[in-house]
């Protein structure tokens, strides 16, 4: 496919990257050769293609979801765009495509940079705040009551804005065209997303905003093959694309939001939105085994997990045991592992806003020490370990994409936003085309352990691991299992020497057992995909005291996981990405 054709005009003196990009062509799908629109949206509609697997020696970019979404992320590498600009871009479109379900323009985002210029790498976090005004956050009602105070102050907007001025080289608005195109032109409705509305009808059809998008003439909700069209929410990427996040924050969307939620029963002010600040900050490390593994850092729990649990792995020394996809005996404590993340986070001990040393609880300072992890592995060997996973505990929710990208320069993106809510809530509240999640509905524990109006931690773990100072391999991970997903990939990539795509094809576990039953007892169980392990194997488990259960993806939430990586190789760079959804991954 020749590459897009490309007007540059290159300033000098920006500090820390090269000039911005002023004009060009070939970005949105309105420009790109019939037969190959026509190809992309082909692909758009179809899920488990197989083994999505690329190799390239300059540029990638790859998605959990959205064909045409990561092609247009690619055309940005193409024509000198930076990976802040092809991730950005991909993710916009990769909303639209969903038509705001798992995740939203009302989301979060979380994004961690290798600049090459400088050889660091950064965090930004762009979560949820917590509203100001609602103080007693444990009377937040749950997802089977619509309410206006389930809705979070939003961060993607305000995180995109600042990814792009700190690492951007296209114009702001550039990076609008493709999510713009799909929204004013349309797309079909594949199957998937046809079940999703028809699962959701009684929530899309509730208030006037969700009728205006999702119902046809003739009454019925969009069906597959229908063209979905989104004039709405086009205009309002309009006007963002125009006006920058101020518009989201302070501007006309900001005044509509405050009064959409308002009137559903939410106490979310304008002061919220105005006050809203995405955070940068140094990436948390974890040192294991020769390389280092950067992550999203405080509060971000799922930053904290993952180098929580990549200690816990080193000071257990289970690198030389048997592999835990072979050997039920050494699976035993990975499975552990990522139980006892879990256990602390849910602890009513532990303190995410609260890093002070004298703290009477469990800090995250003190969690991402080596020093823990020594203790954690003893405390995985006591017999009765098991009763602090459950103390505590709440189920978690939420679906996401996730987004990595590598460009000329060798400046790598490794990204992850979301609605953080099941697929549009349950609320059905849309302003101007953006969904607004339900977000509070289910974490009603932790809003009330952070101050009102401050950040809520949330369980992403993007990341970049460096070798020898060095980019070696950047990851992204969804799912209810994400954690456990990660934290098994990169075993396999780092202590296995796997290529991502030997990485995915392993047998993994899942996350505990969700949905089904008593919560607490359920948790206790360990989630498997039918098929990918033997009888012996699991019955191998139930002795060693770790109970099983067998499940596809749609019988158990638990099992969801998904996961993209991009790898340094000898030749250039090698990437693959899970199967299971319709993501791809491309390079030049």
């Given amino acids: ?146 309410s206006g105070r389930t809705a979070l102050v939003p961060g993607f907007m305000a995180g995109a804005e600042a990814a792009h001025r700190r ?48 119902v046809r003439p003739d009454q019925r909700v969009l069906q597959p093959g229908d063209l979905f069209v989104q004039p709405a929410l086009a205009d309002t990427l309009e006007q963002v694309a125009q006006h920058g996040a101020a518009y989201f924050y302070t501007g006309p969307w900001a005044a509509r939001m405050v009064e959409l939620v308002r009137r559903e029963g939410g106490r979310i002010t304008g002061d919220d939105l105005r006050r809203y600040e995405p955070t940068w900050s140094a990436p948390l490390r974890a040192e294991y085994r020769g390389h280092q593994v950067c992550t999203i850092g405080f509060p971000e729990v799922g930053g904290i997990q993952l180098v929580e649990a990549l200690n816990l792995l080193e000071a257990a020394e289970l690198h030389a045991r048997p592999r835990y996809y072979e050997s039920a005996d050494s699976m035993l404590w990975y499975i552990r592992a990522t139980r006892l993340g879990y256990a602390l986070t849910y602890s009513p001990r532990y303190l995410p806003a609260d890093n002070r040393p004298d703290a009477v609880g469990i800090t995250a300072d003190e969690r991402v020490t080596k020093a823990a992890a020594a203790r954690n592995w003893e405390r995985l060997q006591s017999p009765d370990w098991m009763s602090a996973v459950i103390a505590g505990f709440s189920e978690a929710n939420g679906h996401s994409d996730g987004v990595v990208a590598v460009d000329e320069a060798g400046n790598i993106a490794a990204l992850v936003h ?18 607004i999640p339900d977000s509070a509905s289910f974490q009603q524990q932790m809003i009330s352990r952070v101050p009102p109006g401050s950040r809520l931690p949330n369980i992403t773990n993007p990341c970049i691991v460096l070798k020898d100072g060095k980019p070696a391999l950047a990851a992204s991970g969804i799912g209810s299992a994400l954690h456990e997903c990660m934290l098994q990939n990169l075993v396999n990539c780092l202590d296995y020497g796997m290529s991502p795509r030997q990485a995915l094809d392993t047998p993994k576990f899942g996350g505990p057992v969700f949905g089904r039953g008593d919560v607490a007892a359920e948790f206790l169980k360990q989630s498997f995909r039918r098929e990918e392990f033997p009888e012996s194997f699991l019955k191998r488990l139930e002795e060693l005291g770790q109970p099983a259960a067998e499940a596809s993806t749609s019988e158990q939430p638990g099992t969801v996981y998904y996961w993209l990586g991009i790898q340094r190789t000898p030749a250039g760079w090698s990437g693959a990405v899970s199967s299971e959804l319709n993501g791809i991954i491309e390079g030049d």
Wanted: net charge neutral.
């Fill in 1 to 146: 496919m020749a590459a897009a054709s490309v007007l540059v005009a290159c300033v000098a003196g920006c500090a820390g990257r090269a000039g911005p990009i002023t004009a060009a062509r070939g970005i949105s799908p309105r420009d790109w050769p019939a037969d190959v629109l026509a190809r992309y949206r082909l692909q758009n509609r179809t899920y488990h293609a197989g083994d999505p697997e690329a190799t390239s020696r300059h540029i990638m970019i790859g998605g959990t979801t959205g064909p045409i979404a990561i092609h247009a992320g690619l055309e940005v590498l193409r024509a000198g765009g930076s990976a802040a600009d092809a991730a950005l871009t991909t993710s916009l479109a990769q909303i639209v495509l969903s038509g705001g379900s798992w995740n939203s323009f009302a989301g979060i985002l979380y994004l961690v940079y290798y600049d090459a210029r400088s050889g660091e790498v950064h965090a930004l976090n762009a979560g949820y705040n917590t509203v100001l005004d609602d103080k007693d956050p444990l009377s937040i009602p749950g997802a089977e009551n619509a």
């Fill in 167 to 214: 690492f951007g080289r296209l114009p702001w608005a550039s990076l609008f065209e493709p999510a713009i195109f799909l929204a004013r032109e349309g797309f079909e409705v594949d199957a998937v997303l046809g079940l999703m509305i028809e699962q959701k009808r009684k929530v899309l059809r509730r208030l006037p905003e969700g009728r205006a998008i999702f």
């Fill in 418 to 435: 979301s609605s953080n809510a099941l697929i549009w809530g349950s609320t059905g509240i849309f302003v101007d085309g953006v969904s």
